[in-house]
Structure formats: C-alpha cells, structure tokens
C-alpha cells in the first residue's frame, strides 16, 4: 500500500478519480431531490386543480337553485328582463375573479418548479466546474 502513494502523480489521479467520482455521486443526489420536490408540487397542483373543478361543480348547482329563488324575488321588484340582466352580470363578475384567483395560483406552482429546475442545472454547472479545475490543477 505504501508503494501505491509513493507517486504522486499516482496519488492526484486517484484523489481526482475520487473527487469526480464524489462529485457525480452529489449532482445524481441532487436531481434526484429536485425531481421528489417537482413530483410533490405536481401531485399538489393535481389535487388542487381537482378540488377546483369539484367546488366549481358544487357551486355550480348551488348557483343555479339559489338564482332561480333570486330571480323571483327580483321580479316581485322590477321587471323580468332587468332582474335577469342584474343576475347576469353579478355572476359574470363574481366568475371572472375567482377565475382570476385561480390562474395565480396554478402560475406560483409553475414558477417554483422553473426556479428549482434553474437552481438544479447551476449547482450542476458548478459541480463541473470544480471537477474540471481540480483536473486542471493535477496536471
């Protein structure tokens, strides 16, 4: 054994065989992180576009069943096409918000993943580097 470290050059190979092998080792962890962090924020953004749909759904119902009582109780007041005219707009309204609301919270996924992925390919770029300049330097 002690022959094997009497050469240096001998001893550099193996500490950069070492240290690239080290620094593989570290980038295949790191994307293996990055991708369990995007699997989670995908299955988050599922469930969240499920429940979405099914609240909308349920909303949906309940709606038309409370439009219908309102529209009646707006007609004892005012004239029939006023009263729908009113109710149209009100839901118009209310739709487009909550619209609104929901594609900025879709769009804040989507730009953690995009910021994770960008962290991922620098910290790999940087891991390159450094194996390439210890490579440099044994020479």
Do not use: C, N
């Not at 099914?54 to 119902?61: C, E, V």
């Amino acid at each position: 054994m002690a022959a094997k470290h009497s050469d240096p050059a001998s001893a550099r190979e193996d500490a950069t065989a070492r240290l690239a092998a080290d620094a593989t080792e570290l980038v295949r962890q790191e994307i293996a992180r990055v991708r369990a962090d995007l699997t989670g924020d995908l299955q988050r953004v599922g469930v969240g576009a499920g429940l979405l749909a099914a609240g909308g759904l349920l909303g949906l119902l309940g709606l038309h069943a409370g439009s219908i009582a309102m529209l009646h109780a707006l007609e004892s007041v005012m004239p029939q096409r006023r009263a729908e005219l009113l109710l149209v707009t009100g839901y118009l309204t209310a739709s487009t918000t909550l619209t609104l609301l929901a594609l900025r919270q879709l769009r804040g996924a989507g730009l953690f993943a995009k910021r994770a992925v960008s962290q991922m390919k620098q910290q790999a770029t940087d891991a390159a580097e450094a194996v390439q300049r210890v490579k440099a330097e044994t020479r």
